[in-house]
């Protein structure tokens, strides 16, 4: 009941703003999204709000917006993540509802050259040179195994826990190697669910890895992350752990993306979009 309260609180906050503020308002999911998005908007004429809550900030967020426009209030614009959405082909469910042009945002900071930026930062050029495979594939080939068990445990109901699982228990800090046997038993552990088969689970894998879907749809910013952290430490850095610490590495990631990587993206295009279809309402900065 609790979620629902909130919901229905931040759409009552927003109807009062309207009383004093005319411009735009954007939801968003969390803090670190707003830090995000607040670079490239208009704060004159766009409120930014975070929809934090139960049963996850992307559903509040389109709860919120759907209370809004059932009373026809104008101006208001979401952005979420896009997690598994394109894969399963759901369409739009309002031209006020934008996604991430990847998985979420965390994946649209690492598929742009604001890696590079980081991984120049805390990287090794030595040991860069060394590994001989190029650094975004890598993380890629790693996430994707677990991004595909993330949508399993999703599609299938298996309820499976990720949140607190040792990314170091499956891949090697030295040479960067992954396990996936191991992801898979970790990941058992720490959900208690012993009844699945490890072979079974692998055969899952399998059979949706030949789907060849976009990985930037299917990997999840945050695995992605957590592998990066691991590679500083000694495959490809030589970083002590608390130093690239994810949280770190998502706060260096955001810091050293520009303005310009933004601006060539599908969600800005479809931003732009919005606001033609919206006049008078703004929310990114100049008249882009």
Not at 132 to 144: H, S, T
Not at 203 to 222: A, E, F, M
Not at 245 to 261: D, F, K, M, Q, T
Request: aromatic residues 8%.
């Amino acid at each position: 009941m609790r979620e629902f309260i909130t919901v229905d609180r931040v759409a009552n906050k927003i109807r009062q703003l309207r009383e004093t503020y005319s411009g735009s308002f954007l939801l968003v999911e969390g803090s670190s999204d707003k830090v995000f998005y607040e670079r490239f908007v208009n704060k004159l004429a766009c409120h930014l709000e975070i929809t934090a809550g139960k049963p996850s900030s992307k559903q509040c967020a389109i709860e919120i917006l759907e209370i809004l426009e059932k009373s026809n209030f104008q101006g208001v614009l979401a952005i979420v993540d896009a997690d598994f959405d394109r894969l399963e082909n759901l369409p739009s469910k309002s031209p006020n509802l934008l996604l991430t042009d990847t998985h979420d945002l965390e994946t649209m900071l690492i598929n742009s050259p604001a890696l590079e930026k980081v991984v120049a930062e805390f990287g090794s050029e030595e040991k860069i040179s060394q590994l001989n495979q190029d650094i975004r594939e890598v993380l890629l080939i790693i996430a994707i195994s677990i991004g595909y068990l993330r949508y399993i445990s999703q599609s299938d109901n298996l309820n499976l826990t990720f949140n607190g699982i040792t990314f170091s228990k499956f891949i090697d800090e030295k040479n960067w190697q992954f396990n996936e046997l191991k992801l898979i038993q970790e990941v058992k552990n720490k959900s208690q669910a012993f009844a699945l088969k490890d072979e079974d689970i692998q055969q899952w894998l399998n059979s949706k890895k030949i789907n060849n879907h976009d990985p930037w749809q299917v990997c999840c910013g945050h695995d992605l992350v957590e592998i990066l952290s691991i590679g500083l430490r000694k495959a490809i850095g030589t970083n002590k752990a608390v130093d690239v610490e994810p949280n770190n590495l998502e706060r260096s990631l955001r810091l050293a993306y520009e303005v310009v990587y933004f601006c060539k993206t599908q969600l800005y295009l479809e931003i732009t979009l919005w606001e033609i279809n919206n006049k008078p309402f703004k929310v990114l900065q100049n008249d882009g």
